[in-house]
């Protein structure tokens, strides 16, 4: 199947600091990504929808101008959280679509967050 | 709107069969999955169904009802590994995946 990295996977920062995460399709070309945030024992919460070259779409209730996300090349979408704080700390991870027969998402290994 | 029930726990014992169901309501359908999920790890793929029927992996097998919105995942020979979270999750008609919030399955020796 498809691999989808994650960088970094475990990141601690303080309140108030930006923090930027990267997900990567290593062996093939995603032309849309999402961004998903699991709190713990929950399930998967998307934020929103990444297509290269454009706008990212977010979903109802997700700040676009705390969520910072980048589509620029059809290997690589980037996450910012900007001005971080502790009810940031999340499980952030990232997934590429791939339009096959099954119209699949590949998952990231995932970025765990704690903000102090 | 648009909405994923599957139970909140689960526990069988090793060696055993489990069934976990997944019923859904959803505007348009394409196609059902089946993720599983350990503890602090990304989902992984285990299971698509988008026709009426039983998709036999093994130990790991799928139903799906289209009619009825209904699918369960079914495994066999339980092991300690299995012990996780299954979370199923239903493609709508714009494509966009619809979440469970998953089922933890609990395995005792």
């Known amino acids: 199947g498809a691999v989808v990295s994650q960088h970094p996977s475990w990141v601690i920062c303080k309140s108030g600091t930006s923090v930027k995460i990267e997900c990567r399709s290593l062996?093939?070309?995603?032309?849309?990504m999402f961004w998903y945030r699991q709190f713990p024992k929950q399930s998967l919460m998307l934020m929103a929808t990444s297509n290269e070259g454009s706008k990212a779409t977010y979903e109802q209730g997700v700040e676009k101008d705390k969520f910072l996300i980048n589509h620029a090349s059809l290997t690589l979408s980037t996450l910012t959280v900007t001005s971080a704080h502790p009810e940031d700390s999340s499980f952030y991870i990232c997934s590429a679509f791939v339009g096959t027969e099954r119209n699949e998402q590949f998952f990231g290994p995932g970025t765990r967050l704690t903000v102090l | 709107g648009q909405n994923i029930d599957q139970p909140t726990e689960m526990t069988a014992t090793e060696g055993a069969i489990v069934q976990i169901n997944c019923t859904y309501q959803t505007s348009g359908f394409n196609g059902l999955f089946w993720y599983q999920q350990h503890a602090g790890e990304a989902p992984t793929f285990l299971s698509y169904?988008?026709l009426d029927g039983l998709e036999d992996k093994g130990r790991f097998s799928s139903f799906l009802s289209r009619t009825k919105g209904y699918s369960y995942l079914l495994l066999k020979e339980l092991q300690m590994k299995d012990s996780a979270s299954y979370l199923c999750?239903?493609?709508?008609?714009?494509?966009?995946?619809?979440w469970g919030a998953g089922t933890k399955l609990i395995i005792k020796p």
């Open positions: 999750a239903v493609t709508d008609s714009n494509y966009q995946l619809i």
């Open positions: 169904n988008v």
């Open positions: 062996d093939f070309q995603a032309t849309t």
